[in-house]
């Protein structure tokens, strides 16, 4: 779509469904996930009602971190088709009114992309395009120890990897095959956006910024702290939120024209703060239109752990989180909303409850509580099916480098591999990267081959087919709660304000707007709950959207009001 057809903040009333490309759907029965096939998937996405599409990468890769390695930022790579292909589902989608936003990663390249290979001759004009740096002082190149700083990669171990040609030593937050761009390098910034107009020529509607907060790092390169049990320090910690983040990110801006195009563009930022979302969201400074918080996603993890030291998140910790970014960012800046992407376990595994009695109202009523706050609401492929977590025994069911290498750096340090297990079970990145499943057959539908992933067995169940036959399914939810924000301009304009924050069962909030007060009460629980004094009476008030049928409430004495284990109910209040 053109930039005149894209008004201004468009985005904040829209909503947005990511798709992964590798998991979503097959054409060619490689058993891998393609371009084609996500164009033949339009439909679908059309009847849920969602505005954008964001692709998680098709660029060239060698695949070592499924695509967020890239090896040419200007081809796809044929494992998912060609740029035709791409024009293809790029116009299809705009017919549809759909807008499409692309993964950009460029904190760092695949160590196969040519920028990367010029750069490892130290005369190369491209050497300082990244991070080289010798053996701290006085160490053998090379041996243990020796690394320029005690930073750990993300996908554990070293984030400096030995290159034995020059002797010297190439940073990387990530794999040892996604060295970290220099964007101190002005030449660096010129590339990188040259790219992006590239693709905004091509019709792109936005940008999602792959850890955009790491790319200003401390040119000093300082060590980190190690925490305690660690042997490293981890390199986020002393490369996040960098002192020229915001230069950058204003100079993209403007190089790229992102404003004046009024694209979507929304930084996935680990370790970034409240102060800066506000910063970096605030439209008057030119930067991006909202940011990726992870505070939420952190917080069911032992104090200082790391994301496989599990902990539970009572539901006043995970409310309240919510609800100061709500505050936060109410008068400057603007929200994301999510619960699960690519990258995270399944919502309804992890804030639901996932068993056969409660899958199905949990996950409509998380969706309830998600697109009811103030934002612009983030749907992760499957989510709006209620997919879940997959079973799983042992390692080989694995795929994912993050997941294959905390298990062999666990175990290797004398961790128990039932403990390392069983923090895989609850967080694996592989649990959002089992196929889609859009029917009961044996490969969901997904493939015609063996799929790259084996398929969640629930598929019997939980399928699109299935959803979009059923009324009242997590699918009808979710595009009634899209059609809400479609429809009430409340629901993306109005103040939002937490009601009970103590309550352990109960989410309860409004959201208002001049006369209009809508007021969300949400029994997060398996148990029954009774919904205590501190919330607007209800008696009388319009049900927008509920997740149990009314006639089936529990008669209880007084005018008490009990909400059925997981029951969600939008209220619109009568004025006055
Ligand atoms: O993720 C960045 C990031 O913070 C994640 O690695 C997160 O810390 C981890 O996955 C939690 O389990 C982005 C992409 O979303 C991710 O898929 C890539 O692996 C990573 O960057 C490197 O590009």
């Known amino acids: 779509m053109d930039p005149e057809l894209r008004p201004p903040d468009w985005w904040k009333s829209a909503v947005v469904y990511q798709v992964y490309p590798r998991s979503f759907q097959d054409s060619d029965g490689d058993g ?13 996405l059309a009847e849920l009602g969602v505005d954008v599409l964001w692709l998680s990468p098709v660029y060239a890769s060698p695949m070592d971190d499924n695509g967020y390695d890239i090896s040419d930022y200007r081809d796809v790579d044929p494992l998912f088709g060609s740029l035709a292909d791409l024009d293809r589902l790029t116009a299809q989608a705009h017919a549809r009114g759909i807008r499409l936003v ?7 390249t695949s160590d196969e992309h040519p920028w990367f290979a010029e750069s490892r001759d130290p005369q190369s004009a491209k050497r300082d395009w990244y991070w080289w740096r010798p053996a701290r002082g006085g160490a053998e190149p090379g041996s243990p120890g020796a690394e320029p700083t005690n930073w750990e990669s993300a996908f554990s171990g070293s984030a400096w990897e030995y290159d034995g040609r020059s002797g010297e030593y190439y940073l990387h937050v990530f794999s040892r095959k996604q060295p970290d761009l220099n964007w101190e390098n002005p030449e660096v910034r010129r590339a990188v956006y040259d790219m992006m107009r590239w693709w905004v020529d091509r019709g792109v509607d936005g940008f999602r910024m792959d850890v955009i907060n790491l790319i200003s790092k401390d040119p000093g390169l300082p060590d ?8 490293l320090a981890p390199a986020f910690d002393s490369v996040a939120n960098g002192s020229r983040l915001h230069e950058f990110l204003q100079e993209m801006n403007r190089e790229v024209g992102l404003d004046k195009a009024a694209l979507l563009t929304v930084g996935e930022m680990p370790g970034s703060t409240l102060a800066l979302a506000r910063e970096v969201t605030d439209p008057s400074r030119g930067e991006l239109s909202m940011v990726f918080t992870f505070e939420h996603v952190n917080l069911d993890r032992q104090p200082g752990g790391d994301k496989w030291a599990l902990a539970d998140l009572p539901l006043p910790v995970l409310k309240g989180n919510l609800a100061t970014w709500q505050r936060g960012l109410a008068e400057t800046g603007w929200n994301s909303l999510y619960w699960d992407n690519h990258d995270q376990p399944r919502a309804v595994s992890r804030f639901g409850d996932d068993s056969a009695e409660h899958r199905v109202a949990s996950a409509k009523t998380l969706g309830t509580v998600l697109h009811l706050h103030k934002g612009t609401p983030y749907v992760y492929q499957g989510e709006e099916l209620g997919m879940t977590n997959m ?13 294959l290498n905390h298990y062999r750096d666990a175990v290797g340090r004398g961790v128990r591999p039932e403990a390392v297990l069983a923090s895989l079970a609850v967080r694996a990145r592989d649990h959002a990267r089992t196929p889609m499943q859009w029917d009961a057959s044996e490969h969901a539908g997904f493939t015609s081959g063996e799929p790259w ?4 067995p629930n598929t019997s169940e939980v399928n699109a087919k299935a959803a979009v036959d059923d009324p009242g399914s997590v699918f009808h939810h979710y595009r009634r709660l899209v059609e809400l924000r479609h429809r009430l301009p409340v629901v993306v304009e109005g103040r939002f304000e937490l009601l009970l924050p103590d309550d352990e069962q109960v989410w309860a909030f409004t959201r208002t707007l001049d006369e209009e007060v809508l007021l969300v009460l949400a029994n997060c629980s398996s148990q029954p709950a009774a919904v205590a004094a501190g919330v607007p009476e209800v008696m009388g008030a319009e049900v927008l959207l509920g997740t149990h049928d009314p006639d089936g409430a529990p008669d209880v004495p007084g005018d008490a009001l009990v909400l059925r284990p997981w029951e969600s109910r939008v209220y619109r209040l009568p004025p006055g």
């Open 32 to 44: 891998v996930g393609d371009i084609p096939g996500i164009t033949s998937r339009l439909d679908y």
């Open 102 to 108: 692309m993964d950009l990663v460029v904190n760092h």
């Open 224 to 231: 980190g702290v190690v925490p305690p049990g660690h042997g």
């Open 391 to 403: 079973p799983c025994a042992d390692i080989s069911q694995y795929r994912d480098i993050e997941a």
């Open 453 to 456: 992933l084996p398929v969640n």
